[in-house]
Structures are given as structure tokens and as C-alpha cells.
């Protein structure tokens, strides 16, 4: 069973919910099934359902219920009593689904909706945690919710109605395929080229290579065409036309940019029409001597009174427009057939003097090879054809106005095509076959007895053009573009056909450019443009834009050069159309599960070459013009990117970034580590990264463009609320690391303690190679008034890391990275700022309602005024305090945060090397002098050497004794019974025996601490050699007393202590 985009998969909300209905049948199935029509199914374990079939599908009723029901399934209304989904034993009856009591609701298309559907209102499912999770008891409901609960719906149901009211009441004019599509691209496609220019292109490349070109142009917007009809088939498509399938396709960046172009294209494009109309009645003024002032002067009113009729047309809606559409293309038609007609009919002595001879065999094989004649080739003529044969688009740009764009754009779109390719085709082998390439037009020039002819097929018909070889005739294929007026049977209506597609074209363009630009605005792609979004009248018409495209056609009119502008006009809508075919292209190289257009007549390849073969044809056309629409589409494109607007569509360009994302991670997986390929790949327990800021900042300036950095937050605490906080907090988190400009990760998990979770992201974090290397954690500064459990944990990590064979580095700075109060405090002040404004808000509307009631009011607010100033004062004078005195409170913390951020002045890193621990210990501090923020920093490294033994009297070691002595446990002067139990009730205390046997290394600690005093009291950072504590001989109170001793009073410190694997190499 196969499933696609289009509505009527979905069952009908409006049938009976408890049918079984096959959607949808893959052809490869339908053989199989017709043959096993007449077979018996087989036969499974039958189970205690069997007899019940028959009364599966029904709906249970409590005694007197039924009537109960009854009403309220035809008349909708409400009772008093309380309708109970939930609980079985109370009184109340509830739906059942399948025969069961559920709240699962029934594949529905309205859960599929996007918030802002036009085409209908999103409604809500149930939550998988509504389902999952054990009812409340609780819980009840409106009688007029019942079908709501049972289906799963949300109050968005209601909204659905009013709307589809709404709707009804406005009165949408929605078209179909043959007047939405059809019409409209037959019109556009059916240009002036066809009646004055196809004639003159027979001639220069014949019969054959004229049906040639017209093909080659045909297998450009056929394979466009293919490449629309799938993108429009693969979801609901809304108005926008090209822009809306690219954007959608490609992301706003390609249909940003492209938009803005086609708009534009479209806007000029009706000046270009008209002025071709325009040309036709100032021809036909000059022929009866009647202009009114001059031919370009006469070009530009006629050309200005055109549009504003047709912007006329375009403003009382699109009913209106539809209609003068049909009536254009009546006439065209009309015109088309009066060609066809002409052409049998006999002709008379001064058209065969003009070329015409109505079919004839040799004329037919004298015009069906090439005669390029003026510098002309077949790539020139093919320029000069293509585009008539654009104009494909001239549907999918109303998209928004259709009734079932799905199936109207693909079918409208192609018959057009098809239809105007047969048309132009019969009419140039009818030209062909009728008309000679050149001809006199003087009656005289027969053949008498006894004259040479130069063998031509005019010669065999009794005319002698054979002058038009050394001086210029008027007539013929070659000389002539009124062919068609001439072969016709009745000339004014070949006038009246470039009358119709001239305006029709115009009309076309002038609906399109308005339509997509308010597509463009209402995305806000550009800032600044929200002002064409607006639309008006039941139709959502463009007015502005419709203004905005007016004042566009009238500056190109009066004062452009089109003969200059039309070739990259028509490069403009030979963009689009490339970009639709990558768009098609790039959709299935992605491979989403989100393509799958109903529309099964395409393929990738094709398309692709399709997208080829535009670009390819913009250089045929123009190469100056082909840069510019480049330079310009560049620009754009670049523009939009940087401007990054906050849409999300769901485009190809997102699905193929996961797909190379995977083919690289699953390459990476067979290329074996180097030492020199190492790079510190970090696990940083940051919790929210908002709350330690600094560790991230520390973490990231080692890691940013060069590993992998993780922010990790442990939730610890009953496992609902847990998973709860961490589902809802998991995006806010990671997009306030990308607002940062932060290249990190945030993962979280839910555990039943601080070491369990950690342990998880140890074992779990990363993919295939981009697994952390290295463990980041800030120094526990509390470790002294903590539970011993955290101690404990805290200790239990760093061995944990060590047993999964990671590196550990161990960050303390002087103020600690916690500034969660400082947010906290904040977050309170903003909430009492917002109160305190919205109270002010409410006072002055009360005021200003009081002050309408006369004197007395007015007295009352004047002091009521004076009384909420005083309080205004008074609060405000409150926040300054406590704003002051956190701020005071929190300056260092807040300072210490940011220490990272800042630019490092020129100093010192002192790196402490004094274990190998494979090199990690001196990568890192290299790493963060390539950072700009550390590039002045000099690096200082101090090795171990003989540590000379220190005097017990000496103020640090004082200090250390002083610092673990309530966490001794002094068993030695105690019995041994009293020892015992104290071991087992306080097993975290440290013993006698083993500080004694650890004397020497915390002597160690406390010199070293004296040396880092001595020597590395101003540097920038210390990078220190983390020691290691044996599991199960070292205490962790102990082990926090060594950590404690060793980094106090210092600047910043990293304790590192790498996995005992080289990460450096001297070796090339």
C-alpha cells in the first residue's frame, strides 16, 4: 500500500468513522489481487473475536441513552448532563472505536495541516502522552464535545466551521483546470510570433529543421512541464506560481532570489505585450493615413490606454479576467482555423504573384531543407522562436486561485503544451507547402514560351522570381511577415488573432506578476516589502501589486528600450524554469520521505538535463543577457542568505544536508585514526548552557571549527516531570547555541541520579568517529558543605571517564561558573517590569474612562493620577534597589562569565606538563594561541623535577590539614570496635592510615601550589597536569582536598589529564 500528499487518501470526516476502506493499491499488487479474486483467503488461528464480527463495529448505549444520543447526533444541541470520556463506572456513556473506548483518533487530514492552512484549519491529535499515560479521573466534558473526545480533535474543530462558513458566505471564485490552466497557457504560449514571425523562420531553416526547432524549444517546456506537474502533485500548493514551487523546494534563498526576477520579468513582460499590440494598430493607422501625432508618440498612448483598461480588468477580479480570457482565446482560435482554411482554398492570380499557391509537392520540397540567409543560423532563429513557446507557467502562477491546483497543473499545463506544438507545427508545414521563399508580387512576372527559369518550384507554377536572387523582393517566406494575413481566408481576422494573443499575453502577465510579488511579501522574505502582502476582496486580490506592476509597464513603455530589455526578460523565465528543474531534480537526489508526488511521469535525470538545457539556451539567446541574470540571481541569492529569514519549509537543500551529513559520517567510520588527525572531540557538562557560560566559552575556543563539542545537562528527580522538562527545553537550548553563534550540540538526558546520567552521554554520545574524546567539567566549588552523595558522584565521574578511556579536564575559575541566580533574579525583574507596565497600561484606561464622566471625574482622575504616580515612583524606586544590589551583589559572577569572551591581552599560558599523559596536556593550550581572542598569549612550559620536601609547619600545609580535618575519621585514637562502626556509618571519611600513605603526594600538592604561586601568579591561564586517583585507595574527600589545594588562589585553571594515548607527533 503506497501513500501520497493528495487530500483524498485521508478518509472523509464526514462518512461513517467506522468503515474499513482501502486508500490506496500500488500497481504492482493489482495483478495479484484480480487473480485471486475468486480464491478463498487464508485462514489464520481463529480467536475469541469470531462471533463477535458482526458487533465490532457498533456503539454501546447506557439504559435510556440512546434517545440521549439520537438527539445530539441530528441536532447538535446540548444537554444538561455531563458527558464523562473517561471514567466507566460513573453514569455517563462515552464513543467507542473498533468496539473499543479509546481516545485514538481516526486517520484524519486535518492533522496534516499546517497552523496558517488556507485550504482549512489544523486540528490537534491527542498526545502520545495522553494515551500513554493513566487517566485522570477527573476529567470532563461538554455534551457537545463527544465526538471531539472520540476523535481526537481540539477546539480547532470549531474554527474549522466558522470558517468553511466564512468561506461560503465570501464566495471564492476557485477555476478549474481547462479555465484556471488550460486557457491561460495556451494563450501565452500562442504569441505574436505565431501569425508574423513563424512564416519568416520556415523560411530561413525549411520545413525540417523548422519542425526541429520548435520541437527542441517544445522538449525544453515539456520537460518543464514534467518537472512542475511533479512538484505541484507533492503537496498542497498555494498562490505564488514558480516562486512557491522553488521556494518550497529549494529554500528561501533560491526562491528569494528567483521570486523578486520573475515578478519583475512578468512586470515588464506586459509592457513588451502591449507595445506589440500597439505596433499593430499604428500600423494599420499609418496604412489608412490617420496617426495622431507620430509613430512612437502614437505607440506610447495607445500602449498607455491598453494598460489601463487591462489593469481595469485585473482590478474587478479574477472572474472578470477568466472571462476576457475565454473570450480571447475564442478569437484566436477563430484565427487559427481561418489560416487552415485559407490554405485550401483556391487562390487567385495576385496571391500566386505573392508566393502562394495553395499545396503543392514542389514547393514542399524546395522549402524543407535550410536557406539561411543575413548572417542567420540555426541557433539565431532558435533564439528568435523560443520564446513563443514560454509561457508554460501562466497557470501555476494563479495556483492560489485554483480550485485543485494537484491535478489542474499538470493537467492543464501539459494539454497546452501539447496543443500548441501540434498548432505551430501544422502551421509551419502548411506555410511551407503553400508559400514560396520569395516572390515579387507583380502579376507580370509569368512564364512565357520560349524563357529560361532557374528551376525553382514558382517556375513549374508558371512565375519567373528569379530577379529577387540579385535585387530585394517584398514577398514570400523570406520578405514577408503578413503571410498568414495573405494565405487566410479572411485577413482582419489574422489581425484580430494578434490582437487577442498580444492582450491575452498582457492579461496573463499582468494577473501573474502581482500574484507571485504578494506571495514574495507575505513570506517576508525581504524586509521592507510587507506592504504588497495585503490583499483585498473575496479573491485576496494583489492591489497594490496590481498598482506596483501598473507603474512598471508604464515606465518600460514610455521610456525603455525593449528591443534591448526582451532578451533578458526571456532569460529571466528561462531561470525559473531551470530552477524548477533542479528543483524536481534536487527532491529526488535527497531522497526525503517527504517527495512523493502523485505525479509519476518524470524522472530525476531528465529533469536535470532539463535544467542543463535552459541554462544552455539562455547563452543561445544572449550571452550578455544570460551573465546579467546570473549576476543579479547571485546577488540576490546571496543577499537572502546572509539576511537568514526565519522560515522553515522543509526544503530538498535541508534533506540533502542530512544525507551528506550521513554519507560522510558512515565514510568516516572506514578511515582509521591518526595521531596527526587528532583532534580534542569534548563531553562538557555545562547543564543548560545558559547557566555556564564561561565553561562553554573555554570548551569552545579549543573546539570551534576544529572537534566536536557537546553541552550536557543531567536531569535528575521523578522520571515524568523529567522527561517532561527535557522534551520541552531541548530546541529552546540548542537554538540559543546557534543565536550565540555557538558550534555545539546540546544533548540531555533523564537518569535516577547525576552519575547514571553522565554515565549514559559517556557511553552514548556522538556517531561513529565523532565520538567525544575528552571529558569538560567545571571544578566543584562546593564540595565542602555538598551532601556527600554529590561528592561522591562527583569524584565517581572523573573515574568513570577514565574507565571509558576519555581524557579529563577539570576548569576553575574564581567566582565558579553557576550564574543560574543572576538569570533567575533577572528573569523576576523582567516579570515585574512587564506587570508594572501593564498596570500603568490599565490605570490610564480607567482614567481616561472616569475622565468622560464630567467635573467630578475629572477631579477624581487628577488625583487617582497623582496617587499612581506616587505608587509608580515608589516600585520603581524598589527595582532600582534590588536591581542595584544585585547588581553589586553579582558583578564579579556576571564578569567571570564573560572573562572568556573578552580579547586575552598579551601574557602568558603557563603550561604545567609534569605527567605524560600522551600530549593532550600541551595540545590544548596550543590550540587556543591559534584563536584570535588568545594569538598575544605566549606559552611558558614547566616541567617536573625534584620536589624537595616541605615543613610540616608551613602555612599551606596548615591550611591543608585545617581543610580535610572534618572529614577524618581519627580512628587510630579510638578502640578498634568504636573504628569499625565509625568506617561503616561514615565509610566517605578519610582514614588515618590512608593519609599516611598518601602523605607524600599531598605534600606534593601543597608544593606545587607554592610553585604556581611563585611563578605563574599573573599568567593569563594555567594548564595543569590533573593527578589521578586510584579507585578504590583514594577517598574522594581526599581527592577533592588535592584538587582544592592545588588550584587555589590562582587564575583560571585547567587540571588535564589526557587518555595516555599520543594525540602529538614530531614525525612529517
Known sequence: MSMNNAPNVFLDPNANRFQVNIINEDHDNNETTQEDVGSDPPHYEETSFTDETHNRLRISYRPGKRELYDNFRQNGEKTEASLHPYDTHSKMYYLQTFGHNTMDPVPKIDYYRNTGSVSGNKLNRPSLLEIHEQLAKNIAVSTGSVE????????????????????????????????????????????????????????????????????????VTSITGLSTSAIATNGFVRGGGAYYLISRSLGPEFGGSIGLIFAFANAVAVAMYVVGFAETVVELLKESDTLMVDESNDIRIIG??????????????????????????????????????????????????????????????????PDFRSGEGFFSVFAIFFPAATGILAGANISGDLKDPQSAIPQGTMLAILITTIAYIAVAICAGSCVVRDATGNVNDTIVPGMSCNGSSACGLGYDFSRCASQPCDYGLMNNFQVMSMVSGFGPLITAGIFSATLSSALAS???????????CKDNVYKGLEFFAKGYGKNNEPIR??????????????????????????????????????????????????????????NMWVSLFGALLCCGVMFVINWWAALITYAIELFLYIYVTYKKPEVNWGSSTQALYFVNALDSALALTTVEDHVKNFRPQCLALTGAPMVRPALLDITHTFTKNNGLCICCEVYTGPRKLCVKEMNSGMEKKQAWLTKNKRKAFYAAVAADSFRDGVKSLLQASGLGRMKPNTLVIGFKKDWRSAPATQVENYVGIIHDAFDFELGVIIIRISQGFDISQVLQVQEELEKLEQERLALEATIKENDFEEGKRGICGFFKKASSLNISKHETKKESTINTIQSMHVGEFNQRLLEAST??????????????????????????????????????????????????????????????????????????CKDITTAEKLKREAPWKITDAELEAFKEKSYRQVRLNELLQEHSRAANLIVLSLPVARKGAVSDYLYMAWLEILSKNLPPVLMVRGNHKNVLTFYS
Not at 477555476?175 to 530561413?204: A, D, E, H, P
Not at 485559407?342 to 492570380?349: E, F, R
Not at 509597464?553 to 528561462?574: C, H, K, R, V, W
Not at 590550540?927 to 588568545?934: D, E, M, P, S, Y
Open 899 to 972: 572573562q572568556f569572551k573578552k580579547k586575552q591581552g598579551k601574557g602568558t599560558i603557563d603550561i604545567w606538563w609534569l605527567f605524560d599523559d600522551g600530549g593532550l596536556t600541551i595540545l590544548i593550550p596550543y590550540i587556543l594561541t591559534l584563536r584570535k581572542k588568545w594569538k598575544n598569549c605566549k606559552l611558558r612550559i614547566f616541567t617536573g623535577g625534584k620536589v624537595n620536601r616541605i615543613e610540616e609547619e608551613k602555612l599551606v600545609w596548615k591550611f591543608f590539614e585545617e581543610m580535610i580535618e572534618p572529614y577524618r575519621l581519627h580512628e587510630s
Open 304 to 369: 498607455t490606454i491598453t494598460v489601463v483598461c487591462l489593469l481595469g480588468i485585473s482590478v474587478a477580479g479574477m472572474e472578470w479576467e477568466a472571462k476576457a480570457q475565454v473570450i480571447l482565446l475564442i478569437v484566436l482560435l477563430v484565427a487559427i482555423a481561418n489560416f487552415f482554411i485559407g490554405t485550401v482554398i483556391p487562390t487567385n492570380t495576385e496571391k500566386k504573384a505573392r508566393g502562394f499557391f495553395n499545396y503543392q509537392g514542389s514547393i514542399f520540397a524546395e522549402n524543407f531543407g
Open 148 to 219: 471531539r473526545v472520540a476523535n481526537g480533535e481540539s477546539s480547532a474543530g470549531d474554527e474549522t466551521a466558522v470558517s468553511k462558513e466564512e468561506e461560503n458566505k465570501t464566495g471564492f471564485v476557485k477555476f478549474g483546470w481547462v479555465k484556471g490552466v488550460l486557457v491561460r497557457c495556451m494563450l501565452n504560449i500562442w504569441g505574436v510570433m505565431l501569425f508574423i514571425r513563424l512564416s519568416w523562420i520556415v523560411g530561413q531553416a525549411g520545413i525540417g529543421l523548422g519542425v526541429i526547432i520548435i520541437l527542441l524549444a517544445t522538449m
Open 510 to 520: 499582468l494577473v501573474s506578476a502581482p500574484k507571485v510579488f504578494q506571495a514574495l
Open 545 to 602: 501589486g496590481y498598482v506596483l506592476t501598473f507603474v512598471i509597464a508604464m515606465a518600460f513603455i514610455l521610456i525603455a528600450e525593449l528591443n534591448t530589455i526582451a532578451p533578458i526578460i526571456s532569460n529571466f523565465f528561462l531561470a525559473s524554469y531551470a530552477l524548477i528543474n533542479f528543483s524536481c531534480f534536487h527532491a529526488s537526489y535527497a531522497k526525503s520521505p517527504g517527495w512523493r508526488p502523485a505525479f509519476r511521469y518524470y
